[in-house]
């Protein structure tokens, strides 16, 4: 028995050992083999179908396509009695609202319709949904050192990633999951300590042989107030 005891605590303690020891790179290197085995999301060509939930709004229903080789973006959302369609091929915008193509600058006014928003939700989606994997962009800075950190009662190994100034301003961290490597939790902070929002990830699908949360969960850094969620259906 007591050999069985020496055995389990050598074990854990090299398993502690080994997350200490990962560098940053090779945790992403792990988070990306679990998550996108195959090399899959450089040739994503796919489409999302997403639900957002917020507190006293009704549902946004999204249908998203992404064609990453032929640079082209689409995203057609309804909430309540008004759709939207953005569309991004090769850098060139096109808005339809409620079937109407080209709406007049007062309809672009009134709704806040913009190719500016068409961008915003084109790096937004493509950004999220292509996480892990999207951390090897360019100006994307991995710091070495991982951490070993409780979050929620679960203990995960943390990943710190910050941008160049062109990139974005913000400081992200990323939570894997310490045994499989999947991406449990990511989290990210303005400069104002107590400022940005965490975001709860759980169930999963595969799409074109990518493994993606299927359920995210927004919440405040501040206060833990409840944002919304984001749901992939079928």
Known sequence: MNKIILLLVASLFLSFSYAQELTGK????????YHDPNGNWETFKGTLKVTMTIPEKPNRNSEIKIDLPNEYFYVKATR???????TVDRGVCKITFNGVENP??????????SCDRANLFKNYYTYL??????LKDNGTNIHEKVEKRTFKGKE???LKVT???SVGKDTWYFYFNPKTYAMEVYQFFKEAKDSGEYILLSDETTINGIKMPKVRAWYYNKNDGYLGTDTLVK
């Open 26 to 33: 090779q945790l992403l290197a792990n988070a990306i083999q």
């Open 80 to 86: 309540g009695e008004n759709t939207t369609e953005y």
């Open 104 to 113: 007049s600058e007062a309809i672009l006014k009134e709704h806040k319709l």
């Open 129 to 134: 949904y292509g996480l892990p994997m999207k």
């Open 156 to 158: 995960y190994l943390v």
């Open 163 to 165: 941008y160049d100034e």
